[in-house]
C-alpha cells in the first residue's frame, strides 16, 4: 500500500521567508511524528500528534515553528521568517501508535530545506 | 542527557561477510528499539524492532540482539550485500510521547 509521502521534496527558500511543509501519513495511522535531521546526524524530534491533538510540542526549536493536522490525517509544518541554521531534512513519520501501545514508525522521504 | 549513541561510526565489509552494528543506548526506562535504514536522499527504513522483554529477534538476514544489563544493542546482517550499503540507525522510544530518540548512525560500506 502508500507509504508516508511529504512535499515538497526540496525547497529553497531566502532568509525570512515562511515555508509550509506537508506530510500524508498512512491511512488509518493515529500517530504522527515531525523530526528535523541535520547533515550526517540522527533525526531528532520536533512534535507529535494524536489525530487532530498535539500532544507534544517540546521539539520545537522557536516559536517560528509551528504545526497542525486539523483533520487527523494530513499535517503541515510551518516555520516562519526562515534562518539558516533552519536548513535540514524534516522528516514526518506515522505510526498505529495510540496511548501508550508503541509500534514501528513509518518515515516520509523527507523535504529537504536549505535556507539562502 | 539520555541519549542513545555508536561504537563505530563506519563499517567496512566484503561482499558476503557477516556485518555487526553496535549501539549503546543510556534510558534504562526505555521499553523499544528499532534498526533503521536510511540511504542516501532518503527517509529512514524501518528494519527491525525488538521490545525490553525479549533479548534476540531475527528477520530475514538480520537479527537484533538486545542486552539490558549492558544496555547494549546490536543488528547483524548475514551475507552482506552491495544493496545493504546505508547509514544504519538505532533508536529508542525515550520520549514521553513515544517519540523516537536516535543515534548519529553507523555508515555500512559493502565492497564487491
Known amino acids: 500500500g502508500a507509504g508516508v509521502s511529504q512535499s515538497p521534496r526540496y525547497k529553497v527558500a531566502k532568509r525570512g521567508q515562511d515555508v509550509a511543509l506537508r506530510c500524508d501519513p498512512i491511512s488509518g495511522h493515529v500517530s504522527l511524528f515531525w523530526y528535523q535531521q541535520a547533515l550526517g546526524q540522527g533525526p531528532e524530534f520536533l512534535t507529535y500528534?494524536?489525530?487532530?491533538?498535539?500532544?507534544?510540542k517540546s521539539g520545537l526549536p522557536s516559536d517560528r515553528f509551528f504545526a497542525e493536522r486539523p483533520e487527523g490525517s494530513v499535517s503541515t509544518l510551518k516555520i516562519q521568517r526562515t534562518q539558516q541554521e533552519d536548513s535540514a531534512v524534516y522528516l514526518c513519520?506515522?505510526?498505529?501508535?495510540?496511548?501508550?501501545?508503541?509500534?514501528?514508525?513509518?518515515f516520509g522521504p523527507g523535504t529537504r530545506l536549505t535556507v539562502t | 542527557g539520555e541519549s542513545v549513541g555508536l561504537h563505530l561510526p563506519t563499517l567496512s565489509v566484503q561482499e558476503g561477510d557477516n556485518s555487526i552494528i553496535n549501539c549503546a543506548y543510556s534510558?534504562?526506562?526505555?521499553?523499544?528499539f528499532i534498526w533503521y535504514k536510511q540511504e542516501s536522499g532518503k527517509g529512514p527504513q524501518f528494519i527491525i524492532d525488538?521490545?525490553?522483554?525479549?533479548d534476540k529477534r531475527q528477520g530475514q538476514r538480520v537479527t537484533v540482539l538486545l542486552n539490558k544489563t549492558v544496555k547494549h544493542l546490536s543488528l547483524q546482517i548475514a551475507a552482506t550485500q552491495p544493496g545493504d550499503s546505508a547509514v544504519y540507525f538505532c533508536?529508542?522510544?525515550?520520549?514521553?510521547?513515544?517519540?523516537?530518540?536516535f543515534g548519529k548512525g553507523t555508515k555500512l560500506s559493502v565492497k564487491p
Open positions: 500528534f494524536q489525530n487532530e491533538a498535539q500532544l507534544d
Open positions: 533508536a529508542e522510544n525515550g520520549g514521553s510521547q513515544g517519540n523516537l530518540i
Open positions: 534510558n534504562s526506562a526505555s521499553d523499544y
Open positions: 525488538i521490545r525490553s522483554n525479549m
Open positions: 513519520a506515522s505510526s498505529l501508535a495510540a496511548g501508550t501501545s508503541v509500534y514501528e514508525q513509518y
